[in-house]
Nanobody, 122 residues
Framework: VQLVESGGGSVQAGGSLTLSCVVS????????VAWFRQAAGKEREGVAG????????AYADSVKGRFTISHDNAKNTLYLQMNSLKPEDTAMYYC?????????????????WGQGTQVTVS
């Protein structure tokens, strides 16, 4: 099982980025998928999550209305569309997956993680 993120970069405030995460291996682990981020000196926090079983989504309050999570089942790829980016969105962004979950945005729910992609907003 491997999760590989891409799409990070540097952008000015107000700009947009789309992150991608390709999940290879057993597709069953993608029942719960989510994006997390970790800024320097801060704990990892949940940004957006998606439960493939019922299509439920969850977003952190700080990104509601600006970020959108989506999942392409055929490609087993997770996306995070980020609009109206703010300097406080600067962080390393990680995708995560697990076959089972209770709370989508809780890091301890996930056993499979990508290596991260850096997003810097100035």
């Amino acid at each position: 099982v491997q999760l590989v993120e891409s799409g990070g970069g540097s952008v000015q405030a107000g700009g947009s980025l789309t992150l991608s995460c390709v999940v290879s291996g057993d597709a069953a682990i993608s029942s719960c998928v989510a994006w997390f981020r970790q800024a320097a000196g801060k704990e990892r926090e949940g940004v957006a999550g998606f439960y493939a079983g019922g299509g439920a989504t969850a977003y952190a309050d700080s990104v509601k209305g600006r970020f959108t999570i989506s999942h392409d089942n055929a490609k087993n790829t997770l996306y995070l569309q980020m609009n109206s980016l703010k300097p406080e969105d600067t962080a390393m962004y990680y995708c995560a997956a697990d076959p089972l979950c209770t709370i989508l945005l809780r890091p301890s729910e996930y056993n499979y993680w990508g290596q991260g992609t850096q997003v810097t907003v100035s």
